[in-house]
């Protein structure tokens, strides 16, 4: 982090969320939130697990030793929305 400028911290979003898995030097498993998903997504070592509850979407959280998603409905309402 200390690494990182202000800007990075704030506008940095898209370039990690579209990085390509191949393409991700990260070592650690990254579970990342904050940009609402349609879908929990597993991206090589990235999570994206915001599937917008607080937007009207569905509340998912992921079990991080089985990978078993849960899921508070079976389809999202605002996916078309969603990154």
């Known amino acids: 982090m200390t690494e990182q400028s202000e800007h990075d911290l704030v506008w940095i979003r ?3 969320l579209e990085a390509e898995a191949e393409n ?3 070592k650690r498993t990254i579970v990342a939130g904050h940009t609402p998903v ?3 997504k597993f991206q090589g ?7 917008g509850a607080g ?3 569905i509340l998912s959280a992921i079990n ?3 990978k ?9 309402p605002i ?3 969603l990154f």
Do not use: H, R
């Open 14 to 16: 898209y370039k990690f």
């Open 24 to 26: 991700f030097k990260e």
């Open 38 to 40: 349609a879908e929990v």
């Open 45 to 51: 070592n990235k999570i994206l697990m915001d599937t």
């Open 55 to 57: 937007k009207g979407g």
């Open 64 to 66: 991080l030793k089985t």
């Open 68 to 76: 078993k998603v849960y899921t508070s409905a079976e389809k999202n």
């Open 79 to 81: 996916a078309s929305l």
